[in-house]
DNA sequence: CTTACTGCAAATCATTTGCATCCCT
DNA sequence: AGGGATGCAAATGATTTGCAGTAAG
């Protein structure tokens, strides 16, 4: 697996996943090319719902158990992750192109902010092995609320 | 590492909830007695499936809207966290006596360890603060394979 | 040609809700 | 008493699966 670029171009980071699933032995169809299409399409983490949506626009004939059976291969070839925030639908997000980050979810306008870092990391890695584990794929979420009206900061 | 308050006993914590729901203005009932107990009880993380055999145990006349009914009320009033681990059910936890603190979920056995840090929680904090938030909960799961087997994945 | 992929409809599964009754306060 | 709380059963909503037809390789 090469390195992830930032600057990859949607179009780039839909044949780069096309070719990765095609090396699984997946097929490639119409509606697994609108669902790759809408899934680089945008910044933002879609549901199923969503991606269903944007993938109609492309080639209407997509259905939900098509999207969903899409993402799961997705999911499993390590080509997008799926995040499951409280009790809402999953959401699903393309990893090409950008390293692993983390989220910071505004709770009062339900913003996502991405943010990444490399001592954080590091300092998650050294727990992992102080266990006797070896990080697979980590999960950082905080919760937070802005500060700027009538808040002291900490 | 040792929680701050982590001597609580299940009595008191339970004591302390129900006084703490009680000032909600919510009546206390059998059900939501055994409920709280089934919960205060075990040091693990329990679906409601789970807390509510547990329930049950108390008290058999507990059902399944009561135990969600009343997890929505422990979680509102933050006596209690839910969490919502890969594709699966929801998780709970009493928050009462123990320090927030992080999962560590062996992806092989299903296993999850906890562990605190206060580098780590200085570390999010510090990111939060910088994006103009302040953190009201944060939630951190590393997805790992224990290091003492072959690892073939990718 | 072969068989993976698709849409549709029906099946799951966790969680929620309507409702008549019950029982804390 | 009175209104919140309960159990039951049915509703929900996201996700999955069975199946017969379709299309990728």
Redesign the pocket.
């Known amino acids: 697996m090469e390195a992830p670029d930032s600057s990859m171009t949607p179009q780039t980071k839909a044949r780069t996943i096309e070719q990765a ?2 090396k699984r ?8 090319q609108a ?1 790759i299409e809408a899934l680089v399409g945008t910044d933002r983490h879609l ?3 969503e991606l269903l949506a944007e993938a109609r626009e492309v ?1 209407p ?13 997705l999911v499993e070839a390590s080509l997008v992750s ?1 995040r ?1 925030f409280q ?5 699903y997000e393309v990893l090409l192109g950008k390293g692993h980050h983390h989220h910071l979810i505004d709770v009062e306008n339900g913003n996502i902010i991405e943010f990444t870092d490399e001592a954080l990391d590091a300092l998650l890695d050294k727990f992992a092995a102080q266990h006797g584990y070896r990080i697979a794929c980590h999960k950082v979420e905080l919760f937070a609320v802005p500060i700027d009206k009538k808040d002291t900061s900490s």
Chains 1, 2 share one sequence.
């Open positions: 699933l095609r032995g997946v097929r490639w169809t119409n509606q697994r669902i549901t199923a719902e080639d004939s997509v259905s939900a158990p098509t999207v969903y059976r899409t993402l799961h291969l799926k499951v009790g809402d639908s999953a959401c």
